[in-house]
């Protein structure tokens, strides 16, 4: 796990795996310093983050309703819509379940995952800042031995379709 900061102080968690810690490491950190951003310690921004389970479920015809009590069934903390997705998130222990529970509810699971979910988000509303930070987390990803990249970013979506055209 690497950890640092990119442009407007959003934290990034990126989690590698290599044959060579030496080559992984440099690689990261030339990532960052080329983004303007800044690769800290252990520590500096895991706190930021806690391991989630995260349920995907397609949002075409669902009732919200019916997702949240089928997903409570299964032990799910939480339904919350994320476009054409509900985004159904449970303690790490109870992923299994609650994507048993959905599917038994007759609910199409598009994935279930664990993921690191940050507690607070930093909100972008400038282009120039969204472009840099969607920039480093690219090349982050980029990367051959980097396996995910978390961030606690939160860009509207009508400055996120400016950035990507």
Partial sequence: MYEGYGADGVAELVEALTDNRNRTAADVRHVFAKHNGNLGTTGAVAWIFERRGIVLVDAGGVDEDELLLAAADGGADDVEPDGSVFQVSCAIESLA??????EAAGFHVESAELSMVPKTTVTIEDEATARKVVHLIEALEDLD?????????????????????
Avoid at 155 to 163: G, K, N, S, T
């Fill in 97 to 102: 379940s609650v994507r048993a529970a959905v």
């Fill in 145 to 165: 031995d980097v396996q995910d990249v978390y961030a606690n970013f939160d860009i509207p979506e009508h400055v996120l379709e400016a950035v990507a055209s």
